[in-house]
């Protein structure tokens, strides 16, 4: 008889636990799953059947790669974020859940700045997978976007996302480098930039290092390479009233905060959002503006 879903899910999880994997028992499953073709309710109610041998090869070359510490999200090719699913690739970073702290962000400004039912012009800088751009226009029905990249792989990459999605009439990829080339004038700009020091990212984790695209790391000598591309031309894209949010490293919103200050945009003393571990993850930042995208100064 042959071995069973069940078995073969039990010998990749000793298999992933023995080599080091922080996360056994899910990763065995997902990578299972993949291998199989099923959703995780099918592997319950199917978990007696025999293993064939095709699905019991893919599973042993998947476990391999995780073993070398390649991501489950690489080897299945799709990562969750904000509660949707995109697929990734070599061409682009892996989305992580610290960025949905950007996604809270941008939302909590729309929401407290009652742009909901507006037809907000959206700008995804260095938009890799698109999941930051098209999660945003997926909550909020009346914008639309342009998300931008040097890489024509992940603009490629991030249509397809759009595609499936159902979001492509509202999404549009351009080829630029930040904010060279890109007309026209913005209600938010979004950006999850490179920020890890040059020198630092040998010291990264292996799942990073090794297997997200060094462009999409890669700040400079300090890390903010990126921040004052972005801060450079970020005051003519803004619209009236517009503002900016960006990721940003533990330890860098002084200075980034300094680099949009010193492009003449507002940063004030509560645009700095925390992640869910309690560090400093997205800072805010506007036109003379604040809250108003009519151009009117706000009542006192």
Request: hydrophobic fraction near 45%.
């Given at each position: 008889?042959?071995?069973?879903?069940?078995?073969?899910?039990?010998?990749?999880?000793?298999?992933?636990?023995?080599?080091?994997?922080?996360?056994?028992?899910?990763?065995?499953?997902?990578?299972?799953?993949?291998?199989?073709?099923?959703?995780?309710?099918?592997?319950?109610?199917?978990?007696?059947?025999?293993?064939?041998?095709?699905?019991?090869?893919?599973?042993?070359?998947?476990?391999?790669?995780?073993?070398?510490?390649?991501?489950?999200?690489?080897?299945?090719?799709?990562?969750?974020?904000?509660?949707?699913?995109?697929?990734?690739?070599?061409?682009?970073?892996?989305?992580?859940?610290?960025?949905?702290?950007?996604?809270?962000?941008?939302?909590?400004?729309?929401?407290?700045?009652?742009?909901?039912?507006?037809?907000?012009?959206?700008?995804?800088?260095?938009?890799?997978?698109?999941?930051?751009?098209?999660?945003?226009?997926?909550?909020?029905?009346?914008?639309?976007?342009?998300?931008?990249?040097?890489?024509?792989?992940?603009?490629?990459?991030?249509?397809?996302?759009?595609?499936?999605?159902?979001?492509?009439?509202?999404?549009?990829?351009?080829?630029?480098?930040?904010?060279?080339?890109?007309?026209?004038?913005?209600?938010?700009?979004?950006?999850?930039?490179?920020?890890?020091?040059?020198?630092?990212?040998?010291?990264?984790?292996?799942?990073?290092?090794?297997?997200?695209?060094?462009?999409?790391?890669?700040?400079?000598?300090?890390?903010?390479?990126?921040?004052?591309?972005?801060?450079?031309?970020?005051?003519?894209?803004?619209?009236?009233?517009?503002?900016?949010?960006?990721?940003?490293?533990?330890?860098?919103?002084?200075?980034?905060?300094?680099?949009?200050?010193?492009?003449?945009?507002?940063?004030?003393?509560?645009?700095?959002?925390?992640?869910?571990?309690?560090?400093?993850?997205?800072?805010?930042?506007?036109?003379?503006?604040e809250n108003r995208l009519d151009g009117r100064t706000p009542?006192?």
């Amino acid at each position: 008889m042959s071995e069973t879903l069940e078995a073969a899910r039990g010998a990749a999880t000793r298999a992933l636990r023995e080599g080091g994997i922080a996360t056994p028992a899910l990763d065995a499953r997902l990578l299972l799953c993949h291998a199989a073709g099923l959703s995780h309710e099918a592997l319950i109610t199917r978990n007696r059947e025999g293993l064939n041998a095709e699905v019991a090869a893919q599973l042993a070359s998947f476990v391999a790669r995780r073993l070398q510490g390649e991501p489950v999200s690489r080897i299945r090719g799709v990562r969750e974020f904000y509660g949707r699913d995109f697929r990734v690739d070599g061409d682009t970073l892996d989305p992580r859940p610290d960025t949905e702290t950007l996604i809270a962000a941008a939302l909590e400004l729309v929401s407290r700045s009652g742009w909901q039912r507006r037809p907000l012009k959206l700008l995804d800088l260095g938009t890799g997978s698109g999941c930051i751009l098209l999660t945003l226009l997926a909550e909020l029905p009346q914008a639309q976007g342009v998300g931008t990249d040097r890489c024509e792989g992940a603009l490629r990459l991030a249509a397809e996302n759009a595609r499936r999605l159902g979001l492509a009439a509202r999404a549009r990829f351009i080829g630029a480098d930040w904010l060279e080339g890109v007309g026209g004038r913005f209600d938010l700009i979004v950006s999850n930039p490179p920020y890890i020091a040059s020198a630092e990212i040998a010291g990264l984790a292996p799942e990073v290092a090794a297997f997200d695209p060094r462009a999409a790391l890669d700040g400079g000598v300090d890390g903010l390479d990126a921040y004052r591309r972005i801060a450079e031309k970020a005051r003519a894209a803004l619209a009236p009233g517009g503002r900016i949010v960006v990721e940003i490293g533990p330890s860098q919103a002084e200075a980034v905060s300094g680099l949009f200050r010193a492009a003449g945009l507002t940063v004030q003393g509560d645009d700095l959002r925390l992640d869910l571990a309690g560090w400093p993850r997205c800072v805010l930042a506007g036109g003379p503006f604040e809250n108003r995208l009519d151009g009117r100064t706000p009542q006192k």
